[in-house]
């Protein structure tokens, strides 16, 4: 945890409190922090700032905010992923955040179980934000869309988020073109399931304003290539 981040209402008053046992417990275990000490804050949706700890009680932590510190920017980027197995989308969503990416829609296709879309980890989404959020000592979540259906998302909502300066680039390691580098313009990345997109699904894509793009002819795993893409497309 890079950074707290409070709820609005936990600032209205001259001392911020943090009241979470999950923060609390951080604190005190892994930050052993004593009053006088700094700590970085973050108000969700809102600015950061440096706070000076008045008082430590068993259930609250009080601080003073003495200045207002830079949010990271976000990447100009919408980030589209083919629903992955419970376990890496836990790890996808908070790396996602983490490195900054700006909208995250989570999509169906032939090679996604129908079973991930049952997964409680769905429903924690939030709470993985979070944790992605205080690791990058970010405020501003990312907007979360989510797709069943992957035909009437490739025809009907992927055209409205592809522009000539906002490209979208599907990838896939069959194509001929490789993929850009270090770009200074937003764009949209489509990322596959584990097996891939089948052919089917990838006429579509491009049909529908898609770029095919390669990273080479390796396969590469859904939760190692997206850190891999962003930090070509915006040498990170």
Same mark, same amino acid.
């Given at each position: 945890?890079? *950074?707290?981040?409070?709820?609005?209402?936990?600032?209205?008053?001259?001392?911020?409190?943090?009241?979470?046992?999950?923060?609390?417990?951080?604190? +005190?275990?892994?930050?052993? *922090?004593?009053?006088?000490?700094?700590?970085?804050?973050?108000?969700?949706?809102?600015?950061?700032?440096?706070?000076?700890?008045?008082?430590?009680?068993?259930?609250?932590? !009080?601080?003073?905010?003495?200045?207002? @510190?830079?949010?990271?920017? #976000?990447?100009?980027?919408?980030? *589209?992923?083919?629903? %992955?197995? %419970?376990?890496?989308?836990?790890?996808?969503?908070?790396?996602?955040?983490?490195?900054?990416?700006?909208?995250?829609?989570?999509?169906?296709?032939?090679?996604?179980?129908?079973?991930?879309? +049952?997964?409680?980890?769905?429903?924690?989404?939030?709470? /993985?934000? @979070?944790?992605?959020?205080?690791?990058?000592?970010?405020?501003?979540?990312? #907007?979360? @869309?989510? /797709? #069943?259906?992957? #035909?009437?998302?490739?025809? =009907?909502?992927? %055209?409205?988020?592809?522009?000539?300066?906002?490209?979208?680039?599907? $990838?896939?390691?069959? $194509?001929?073109?490789?993929?850009?580098?270090? *770009?200074?313009?937003?764009?949209?990345?489509?990322?596959?399931? @584990?097996?891939?997109?089948?052919? /089917?699904?990838? =006429?579509?894509?491009?049909?529908?304003?898609?770029?095919?793009?390669?990273?080479?002819?390796?396969?590469? !795993?859904?939760?190692?290539?997206? %850190? /891999?893409?962003?930090?070509?497309?915006?040498?990170?």
């Amino acid at each position: 945890m890079n *950074i707290v981040l409070l709820d609005p209402r936990q600032t209205e008053s001259e001392l911020w409190s943090i009241s979470s046992t999950r923060q609390l417990a951080h604190l +005190q275990q892994h930050l052993d *922090i004593q009053v006088g000490d700094t700590l970085k804050v973050g108000i969700r949706e809102g600015k950061r700032y440096l706070t000076e700890i008045i008082e430590i009680t068993e259930k609250t932590v !009080r601080l003073k905010p003495l200045k207002e @510190e830079a949010v990271p920017a #976000k990447l100009p980027v919408t980030l *589209i992923v083919a629903l %992955p197995r %419970p376990k890496v989308l836990r790890r996808l969503i908070m790396d996602a955040v983490t490195v900054g990416v700006e909208k995250i829609i989570l999509m169906h296709s032939y090679r996604v179980d129908k079973s991930y879309w +049952q997964t409680p980890f769905l429903q924690q989404l939030e709470h /993985y934000i @979070e944790l992605g959020l205080e690791q990058a000592g970010d405020t501003i979540a990312p #907007k979360v @869309e989510l /797709y #069943k259906r992957f #035909k009437p998302f490739v025809e =009907d909502i992927l %055209p409205g988020l592809i522009s000539a300066d906002c490209p979208a680039y599907v $990838a896939h390691p069959y $194509a001929e073109m490789r993929m850009p580098a270090a *770009i200074q313009h937003p764009c949209s990345i489509v990322i596959g399931p @584990e097996g891939g997109f089948i052919p /089917y699904e990838v =006429d579509l894509l491009i049909h529908n304003g898609c770029q095919a793009v390669s990273l080479g002819n390796r396969i590469i !795993r859904t939760e190692t290539v997206i %850190p /891999y893409v962003l930090g070509r497309l915006f040498s990170l």
